[in-house]
Nanobody, 128 residues
Framework: QVQLVESGGGLVQTGDSLRLACAAS????????VGWFRQTPGNAREFVAA????????HYADSVKGRFTISRDNTKKTAYLDMSSLKPEDTAVYYC?????????????????????WGQGTQVTVSS
C-alpha cells in the first residue's frame, strides 16, 4: 500500500514557475512508475506527465511538453513536477498517482485507470 501526498500548489501569475512534489510513504516507491494528472470542474482527469521507476523514461502531454518537467528522487520517495511558463489554462487540481508496473508506455501512462494509488490533489491557479 502506497500513500501519496501532493504539495506545492498555489496561486501564480501567467509566466511564473511552480514546483509540485509528491511524497510517498508505505510500499516500495522505487518499484512504481509515477504519473501526474490534472482535473478541472466537470471534466475528466487529464494526463500531464509520467516517469518510470528509475527516472530515466518520461512521457508528456503535448500541452505541457517543453514547459513541464517530471522527475523523481527515490532516496526521498518523492516525485516532482516542475512547471514553467504557466498559462491560465494550466489551472486545475493536480494529482500524482503510482502504477505498480514500474515501466511506462505511452498508452498505459496516459490512462488514469492503470494507476493503483492516488494522492488527494493540490490546487494550481494561474491568473492572467
Amino acid at each position: 500500500q502506497v500513500q501519496l501526498v501532493e504539495s506545492g500548489g498555489g496561486l501564480v501569475q501567467t509566466g511564473d514557475s511552480l514546483r509540485l512534489a509528491c511524497a510517498a510513504s508505505g510500499g516500495t516507491f522505487d518499484k512504481y512508475s509515477v504519473g501526474w494528472f490534472r482535473q478541472t470542474p466537470g471534466n475528466a482527469r487529464e494526463f500531464v506527465a509520467a516517469i518510470n521507476w528509475g527516472g530515466v523514461v518520461t512521457h508528456y502531454a503535448d500541452s505541457v511538453k517543453g514547459r513541464f518537467t517530471i522527475s523523481r528522487d527515490n532516496t526521498k520517495k518523492t516525485a516532482y513536477l516542475d512547471m514553467s511558463s504557466l498559462k491560465p489554462e494550466d489551472t486545475a487540481v493536480y494529482y500524482c498517482a503510482a502504477d505498480s508496473l514500474g515501466t511506462i508506455t505511452v498508452q498505459r501512462s496516459t490512462n488514469a485507470r492503470e494507476y493503483d494509488y492516488w494522492g488527494q490533489g493540490t490546487q494550481v491557479t494561474v491568473s492572467s
